[in-house]
């Protein structure tokens, strides 16, 4: 009698490395291109500094020679985008989630919001870089220059709002709508700092990389707490 051989069930290959979330990416890349752009500025890198006048000069002229655009700007800058304006809508969504019973969620957002500007403050303070200055200023404004206030609460503020929004499963019609006026605010604010002669170009693109980098990272660590807060899936 011929003994049969067990079979052997075919081997799976091995499972690959799970991709990184867009999340962990995203901070990877924001964080490593505001580290970059930090270092550029801290050395007065020549090409860079070259370019921030080149621009800051053509839109100051443009600035003066036209008031009414530059009253615009003002209201927007200084009104509609104002890093306080961004903070108080901050803060009606903290109120409005704790009516809902998400204190965790309420809280993590504000306390992204004042991270964001705790780095933004202490940077400034670390790096130290002068504004543009005019014998014929249009505007005014305080503190340092790198990075851009107003650029980095837009992205950080809009950007916590649309992830709030994907969160909680929100129409993906509002979900557009919201990131369609975010991108607006948060590019428009870069675009009024810049026109009015306050900031050079690499400051407000900084503001954008960081309040990106902040809005990532938040995401990220927040998955990864909500995770250890339900325990391994069964």
């Known amino acids: 009698m011929r003994s049969s051989r067990p ?8 499972p690959s490395r799970p991709e990184p979330p867009a999340p962990v990416r995203a901070a990877v890349v924001l964080s490593a291109l505001s580290v970059a752009l930090l270092l550029l500025v801290a050395l007065e890198w020549h090409p860079l500094v070259s370019f921030d006048r080149s621009v ?3 839109l100051h002229d443009s600035a003066v020679g036209n008031p009414a655009v530059t009253h615009t700007n003002r ?3 200084d009104w509609v985008w104002d890093p306080w304006t961004m903070r108080a809508l901050v803060a009606v969504v903290f109120l409005w989630l704790l009516r809902q019973g998400e204190r965790l969620l309420a809280l993590w957002i504000a306390a992204t919001s004042a991270l964001g500007a705790l780095v933004q403050q202490g940077l400034k303070g670390a790096v130290g870089r002068e504004r543009p200055e005019w014998p014929d200023p249009v505007d005014s404004a305080h503190f340092s220059a790198w990075p851009s206030g107003h650029a980095m609460t837009a992205v950080v503020t809009c950007g916590l709002l649309v992830w709030l929004l994907w969160l909680r499963g929100a129409d993906p019609r509002l979900r557009t709508a919201v990131l369609v006026v975010g991108t607006l605010s948060w590019v428009g604010v870069g675009v009024t700092r810049l026109y009015l002669g306050v900031h050079w170009v690499s400051d407000v693109l900084g503001g954008w ?4 980098a902040v809005v990532a990272l938040s995401v990220v660590a927040y998955g990864r707490l909500v995770a250890s807060r339900e325990g391994p899936s069964v």
């Open 7 to 14: 079979t052997q069930p075919p081997q799976s290959p091995p």
């Open 56 to 58: 800051a000069d053509t």
């Open 75 to 77: 209201i927007l800058s």
């Open 209 to 212: 990389l960081l309040g990106g």
